[in-house]
Each structure stands twice: as C-alpha cells, then as structure tokens.
C-alpha cells in the first residue's frame, strides 16, 4: 500500500444552461508504504492536528466505533506532574503547574511523558490506543525538553510497543482563519462585545497555529522519517466528509473492525416546542 491520493471531489458549483452541478468538498488522503496493520497488541496510533482540523470529532467517532482507549498527554501531565514533586511543593491546580514549570522547565521531559504511556498502556497490552500527543496550554509547549527531536526517545519506546503510524489532520493556517471568519459571519450572535469573539481574532489564531506546527514538526518528521505517516487533507472542514476518509483508512488499510457505527442524524423543527418533544 504505497504513497498515494484519494479524492471525493470537489466543491464547486458551476452553472450549466439551466443546471447547477454541485461536487462534494475533496478530502485527500495520503499513506506512506510502512503503514500496514500489526498482527497483535498493543495497537498505538499516534493522532495529530492543530486548530480547525476537528480532531477532537474524529477522535471521538474512533473511540466509539473502534474501541480505542484515549491517551491525551496534556491531562496525563497535569494528573501526574502534582504526584511527582508532591514531596517538595503543594501543586493542586494548573496555575501551580505552570509557575512550577516557569521556575523549573526540566521536572517536563519527553522521556518521562513516554514513562507515563508506557505505564497506560501495560494495563491492556492487547488494547488500541489512540495518542494526542501535543498539548493545549501553551505553558507545556515551553518545555524545552518535552517539545524537541524526538527520534531517540520515540525510538526506544518503540523497542517495547512498536507504533503502527500517526494520523495528520493537516489544514493550511490561511484555510484555518477563513473557517473562522466564515462561522463568525454566520453565527453574529457569538460574537462578543467589541464586534469579535476568541475565535475570530485571527492574531490569536495566527499564534497558535505558529506554535502548534513547531511544536508538532519534531513528531511528523520522524514519522514521516520511518515512512508511517498518514496525512488528511482536512481543508474542507466538513466532519462527516472528513471521517468517512479516516473510517475507511482504519477498517481497509489497518483492518480494524468496526465495534459499532456512528450515525449522523439531522433534526428539522419550526420552533422550541418541536424540539423539547424529541429531548
């Protein structure tokens, strides 16, 4: 199963004579040649993508139709992190963490983050295992010696629990900031005072994104590096388009099997009181 693209189409609507053609939004997705499915436990997928991609959707429709366990590093860093230095200071809340690792960056380490999901995963070594590696709070991604080349430590995790490939919901940052503005423009009522809302201020965009592929190019180049790197064009930001590429990657060209599906259902009402009849 070398490289390759797949394509639904495109969005265009052309007139013609009297007729208006409409193309589906294209998804595209690309699969080095050493993604291939492993014979037995753990199975380990790394999953990555910034702001706009919808990861947070797709990650849901695989852990409720494959069974995968959700490892998110940034809530395994905050659950853990207090335990670690509980004998030689009181963290209890995220502000703790991050004066804590303003004064101290090293108490962050990959190697110790690959500790934390080595220890996750020995509670089911036949289990599935879905890995959000990068973080939210920016204050994590500071840590230089968590967000840095990761080809050693990565290499001898895979000693003990080999990764099938990582999975990149890739979105160019000006397609991220169109999304945004288009969603504003037709949800006005989100808007806060002033005219703009978190997510139309395209300067904070802008810096997340930035901050987001830094932090993330360590990963996709070692990846990329081994040839098991899986790239969807997400640009069209539709999530059901998006998920029924992800879907048929996982069950075609993993073999996962399904343990249940995922329905979209639309619901059409006049007013508030059809809608309290379906709730």
Sequence with gaps: MGCGGSTDGRKDDKEDGNKFVHRKPK????????????????HIVYVFGGPGSKKGRIVDDL???YGFKLLVVEDLILRELPRKVSRAIAVDTTKDVAELLKEEPSHLSLEWV?????TEMEKDINGRYLIDAMPNLRFLLRCEKFVKDCQYELSLFEKKYPISCAL????????VIKNIQKHSAK?????????QSDEADTSRTVKRTA????????????FTSTHRLVTVDVSCGVPDLIWQKVNSFFSDNLEFTPKRTVNTVI???SDDGDRKSVV
């Design 27 to 42: 998804v595209s997705i690309r699969i080095q040649p050493e993604v291939r499915p492993r014979k037995e436990g753990p």
């Design 63 to 65: 852990v409720g139709v």
């Design 114 to 118: 690959l500790e934390l999901l080595t």
């Design 168 to 175: 990149n919901l890739a979105i160019p940052e000006d397609k």
């Design 187 to 195: 949800h006005p009522s989100q808007m806060k005072e002033g005219g």
């Design 211 to 222: 901050l987001y592929e830094m932090s993330v190019k360590p990963y996709l180049e070692y």
């Design 267 to 269: 619901l059409f009402g």
